[in-house]
């Protein structure tokens, strides 16, 4: 009897244990791959980006995680001062120079140097924020939805720095790729 409690107890461990490290799928169960595409910058292939959704279409009201699968190294201060070039950039001159500086500390604080095969994912929360994992483990978690918002447009804006991309990530570049 005790040993089978014993054995119940650790398979219950074994099933949590992404639960508890906190993977960005325990917060969107259903996901599924919406689309993916590379980004290359003077043809070398930085990462591998994927698009996860509830099986919806992306959308701004619902949630989704934006998974970036490195294949270059670089460093946290490069990550941080590209985002917040794009961030800059596509919100027209409505973002102040103080948002500017408390996004680039929270990203200092999610992000990390990364190196070829790691997997940086955001959890885009409507009207939350978002939540960052490395390798699947909880790096931030960000309460402020402006943030949220800046940040996942560099991707999925209409004006995104890399428009194939985007389209690739949404479904929609006519490849044949994932399309919910």
């Known amino acids: 009897m ?10 219950a461990v074994m099933l949590a244990a992404p639960l508890l490290a906190g993977d960005w799928r325990a917060a969107l ?8 595409g590379d980004f290359t910058w003077w043809g070398f292939r ?3 980006a994927r698009l996860w959704t509830d099986g919806h279409r992306q959308d701004w009201a619902r949630p989704f995680a934006l998974e970036l699968l490195y294949h270059r190294a670089l460093t946290r201060d490069s990550l941080v001062q590209a985002s917040l070039q794009e961030m800059r950039r596509l919100g027209d001159g409505g ?3 103080e948002q500017l500086a408390s996004w ?3 990203m200092q604080t999610a992000f990390t140097d990364v190196r070829p095969g790691m997997r ?8 939350a924020g978002c939540r960052f994992y490395v390798d699947g483990t909880l790096s931030a978690e960000v309460r402020d939805a402006a943030f949220a918002e800046a940040f996942f447009a560099i ?3 209409p004006r995104a720095r890399d428009p194939q991309l985007r389209l690739h990530l949404l479904g929609q ?3 044949g790729g994932p399309r919910p």
């Open 2 to 11: 005790m040993r089978r409690l014993r054995w119940a107890a650790l398979c």
């Open 173 to 175: 570049a006519g490849d």
């Open 120 to 127: 940086i994912t955001g959890l885009y929360l409507p009207g």
């Open 104 to 106: 680039a500390q929270i």
């Open 155 to 157: 991707w999925l804006d």
């Open 29 to 36: 169960p259903s996901a599924q791959q919406q689309g993916s």
């Open 95 to 97: 973002v102040t120079p």
């Open 46 to 48: 930085l990462y591998t």
